[in-house]
């Protein structure tokens, strides 16, 4: 079984790296010394075509044969339909004196034969591509306010349509057919915006929805299907928070399955949704959320929390491609730590740190991983790293001062090429050691360094793990429960202190004359001082 390889795209050129454990330049492929302006795997990585500036070739990944080549400077977006039939390219929509209506900038190309099958207009960057079924029977596009649907492949004729007024965003199901598409319309004029889950080809009114979700507060809307296309989750956006209590404006988290159940996903911490993502297994979902340090949680399809693992820096969640891996990570204006956890046993892995990353990729295998700094995100110490889950580095690729690293992708692979290996949790050998970040000492300043140490005040408090399972040990307490427990326990406390003060036998104070116990002491002289001092008590 050939291990995956890496394109890697950048200013000095498009190249294919050989996979682990070789990581050199792959000799059968013909290094491309142009600009690299796009580049893109098919989804089963039998195919790789990219696009230098001057023309767009495709070639075949196993022998590196060139299958096509195309005459079209200005294209600056590539994809593959889901069986390699079909090769979308799109180019920048521009329009002159002479032609004010513009070209066509959205082509389809048949991949074997290289002819030109339709072309069409595709102003906005956003949804440039149709979105394929699996079994590429059906594809579907945005036009103004209606949703066209496609049937085998046939782009000259509408198969069906989906009208509904002012269509923000629109994604259709994975898995196998009948294909679901579902569709979100923003709110006005007071009405609430909705997410509708249609099967096509049943698109009779409101009433044919297999689900429908409306709510407030959204002037963006992000969706994501789960593998097996049975439940989607909706994040709902706005720009601006009213209360003033977050920078970021206010997220919330929906879920719809085609049951027609829906809920709103709770979120223990407020502030914003840095990221959702669903489990391969489609049985569960991570949610990174909160000012920071930010809190994950992997929710079942009930909405439940399943495990919650605390608070840290992070604003990322990557699961294996076998789902037995999650990865959490803090990039962009984070340090670049990275917590990698057995999604089965919730235990963490390792804890490696790579500063400055910008892009992480899973490698299809589930064992390796790719972190990149990349332009225009930053345009300084661009490279990328090859490491495996357990915190080893295996390969380190720095790009050339004066060069800037753009892109890094790995070849995909078919379904079930890499079975799911079990967990490793001692770091694998490599000679560039692990990227565990070392232990160091908070810094002293020299007037208290020979004084004893004491607790280091922090900033802010971080949750540990907690596993929220049925039957756990470690579930956790309900804010009412927590402060019964809190109500007792210093209940306790107070009567222990009050023990040992009773049981004292001697004591300095005076004796209270009006108590029972100061009645008699069986002596007379004391007797006859305990009613002078009930007289002068009185």
Request: net charge positive.
């Amino acid at each position: 079984m050939a291990a995956p390889m890496l394109a890697v795209r950048g200013s000095d050129g498009t190249s294919m790296l050989q996979g682990v454990p070789v990581c050199k330049d792959d000799p059968a492929f013909p290094r491309d010394p142009r600009q690299g302006r796009v580049m893109s795997f098919s989804k089963d990585g039998s195919l790789f075509g990219w696009g230098n500036g001057q023309k767009v070739s495709v070639l075949r990944s196993k022998d590196s044969e060139v299958l096509q080549t195309l005459d079209l400077p200005k294209t600056t977006m590539l994809q593959f339909s889901p069986l390699n039939t079909i090769l979308v390219t799109w180019q920048p929509y521009s329009t002159t004196a002479d032609n004010p209506q513009g070209d066509s900038n959205l082509q389809l190309w048949d991949v074997q034969t290289g002819a030109l099958l339709k072309s069409l207009y595709q102003k906005k960057l956003e949804g440039w591509s149709p979105c394929w079924s699996e079994d590429e029977k059906l594809a579907v596009r945005s036009v103004n306010n209606e949703l066209h649907f496609f049937e085998n492949n046939d782009f000259n004729t509408i198969a069906n349509k989906l009208h509904m007024q002012k269509v923000s965003d629109y994604i259709l199901s994975p898995g196998a057919q009948p294909s679901k598409v579902a569709v979100c319309v923003p709110g006005s004029k007071g009405a609430p915006s909705f997410v509708r889950i249609y099967q096509y080809p049943n698109f009779g009114g409101p009433s044919a929805a297999l689900a429908n979700k409306s709510f407030f507060k959204a002037d963006r809307v992000s969706m994501e299907w789960n593998k097996k296309g049975t439940a989607v989750l909706v994040t709902a956006s706005v720009d601006v928070d009213k209360s003033g209590a977050s920078y970021y404006g206010e997220q919330n988290l929906h879920y719809l399955d085609i049951k027609g159940e829906g809920a709103v996903v709770q979120l223990p911490k407020n502030g914003p949704i840095y990221d959702v993502v669903w489990s391969p297994t489609s049985t569960e979902f991570c949610v990174v959320y909160g000012f920071m340090p930010a809190k994950a949680t992997v929710y079942n399809l009930k909405c439940d929390p399943v495990f919650d693992f605390g608070t840290g820096p992070r604003n990322a969640a990557y699961y294996s491609p076998q789902g037995n891996i999650l990865v959490l990570a803090g990039f962009g204006n984070l340090r670049g730590q990275m917590e990698v956890w057995d999604v089965k046993k919730y235990k963490q892995v390792s804890k490696p740190q790579v500063p400055d990353s910008t892009h992480f990729f899973w490698c299809p295998d589930g064992e390796h991983i790719v972190t990149a700094t990349c332009s225009p995100r930053l345009r300084v110490s661009n490279g990328y790293k090859i490491w495996h889950y357990t915190g080893t580095l295996l390969h380190k690729e720095e790009t050339p001062a004066g060069k800037e690293l753009w892109e890094v992708r790995w070849q995909p692979s078919p379904a079930g090429t890499f079975p799911e290996r079990p967990v490793k949790y001692q770091a694998a050998p490599s000679p560039l050691g692990s990227t565990q970040p070392t232990t160091t000492q908070a810094y002293r300043p020299p007037a208290m360094r020979n004084q004893p140490a004491t607790a280091s005040t922090k900033l802010h408090e971080e949750e540990a793990p907690q596993d929220m399972r049925p039957g756990s040990d470690r579930q956790p307490v309900s804010k009412a429960a927590l402060k019964n427990q809190k109500k007792r326990e210093a209940k306790k406390a107070s009567k222990q202190e009050a023990k040992p003060d009773a049981a004292e036998p001697h004591s300095n104070s005076a004796p209270n004359p009006n108590s029972q116990s100061a009645e008699s002491c069986g002596d007379p002289e004391t007797d006859k001082k305990i009613k002078n001092l009930k007289k002068v008590w009185n």
